[in-house]
């Protein structure tokens, strides 16, 4: 029986030997979900503009929220919201796909040798292409309202390589979890729900009583969130303390998810 490796530095040997199959199967994935529609690709750059414009008319004309009570501005509350969404749909779109990952390859399992592990690599790499897109409307949007940009944002990489750890580990895990339970997605499916309230997206994390707040500082996605405005919007460099904490938690967890995807695939083909 094939022996695969648990070492971290099987998933970025793994990761650079594959990363032309990876950037292929991104592309495939990203162009065969607007496959068959009248504007194609261009649905990826609408999207983010149409639910930019929706956030900022309910929040800004019809609920005339603010995020802080001093300021006047009304497309405030609509940028630093849509800044928390982009985090968290970055990590809902990977969360959700990975339980299927595998059972929706059957093939690469039973007939060829394929490296599995990438799977949960190519839709991050779908997602990010998103993500990018979203950042872009986000930019443009604030250099209308606001004016240049701060220079953090060139920071916005370094903010979210840890994210993209958390999210290759939790996905490789759900990824292994969804072949052996298959209402793993559904479960899923709740959690993000939850998660998305309980992250602070469409609110400060001040809003909340002072003792609840350190409970909402456990879920992984707020620092994540916190960071990404504090150098999108504010143009304050994060706490590097705590962000050295996070970065080393993310890493654990991307390797403890990779550990337990390799010991986990012998039984793949067995189960499918």
Known sequence: ?????????????SFW??????????????????????????????????????????????????WNAGSDSKTEFALVLFAGLIVFNLFSECISRAP????SNVNYVK?????LEILPWVVLGSALFHTVISLLVWLVAYLIFFGMPNLTVLLLPLIFFPLIMFIMGVSWTLASLGVYLRDVSQFVSVITTVLMFLSPIFYPIGALPEQYQKFL??????????????????????DMGIFAIYVFGALTIAWLGFAWFQKTRKGFADVI
């Open 1 to 13: 029986m094939q022996h695969y490796s648990i070492s971290p530095n099987e998933a970025i040997v």
């Open 17 to 66: 030997k594959n990363r032309n199959l990876i950037s292929t199967l991104v592309q495939r994935d990203v162009i065969g979900r607007y496959r068959g529609s009248v504007m194609g690709i261009l649905w990826s750059f609408f999207n983010p503009v149409f639910m930019l414009l929706v956030y900022t008319f309910v929040f800004s004309v019809v609920f005339k929220a603010k």
């Open 100 to 103: 299927t990952l595998i059972l």
């Open 111 to 115: 007939k060829v040798v394929f490296p």
């Open 217 to 238: 500082l456990i879920n992984p996605l707020t620092t994540a969130i916190e960071n990404t405005r504090a150098i999108l919007f504010w143009g304050k460099v994060p």
